[in-house]
């Protein structure tokens, strides 16, 4: 099983970007997917979830929409009128039941590198 993220990349300040990341593998159920960033010299943060206003943060409030695809098993984050201080990696998150397993597990996908550039 695993998530592969893809879409970063180098965007100039005030443009746009769309992340993907698609789970494979042995999947039962997915309960829940999301979206994370860590900048150079600062901790993981949440950016949103699926659904996107199930938890988000304020700073892509207006900016950054999520949207799924169940039938592939992926999500997408659209980024709107990106800023200098959305550059980082994000990374995709989900929540599944997989293989025989009774029991959910959290995995992560390896990041992508978006830089905004002003």
């Known amino acids: 099983v695993q998530l592969q993220a893809s879409g970063g990349g180098l965007v100039q300040a005030e443009g746009s970007l769309r992340l993907s990341c698609a789970a494979s593998?042995?999947?039962?159920?997915?309960?829940?997917m999301g979206w994370y960033r860590q900048a150079p010299g600062k901790q993981r943060e949440l950016v949103a979830t699926?659904?996107?206003?199930?938890n988000y943060a304020g700073s892509v409030n207006g900016r950054f929409t999520t949207s799924r695809e169940n039938a592939n098993n992926t999500v997408y984050l659209q980024m709107n009128n990106l800023k200098l201080e959305d550059t980082g990696v994000y990374f995709c998150?989900?929540?599944?039941?997989?293989?025989?397993?009774?029991?959910?597990?959290?995995?992560w996908g390896q990041g992508t590198e978006v830089t905004v550039f002003g």
């Open positions: 593998g042995r999947i039962l159920r997915i309960d829940s």
């Open positions: 699926i659904p996107f206003d199930a």
């Open positions: 998150a989900a929540v599944m039941f997989v293989g025989d397993s009774a029991v959910a597990y959290q995995f």
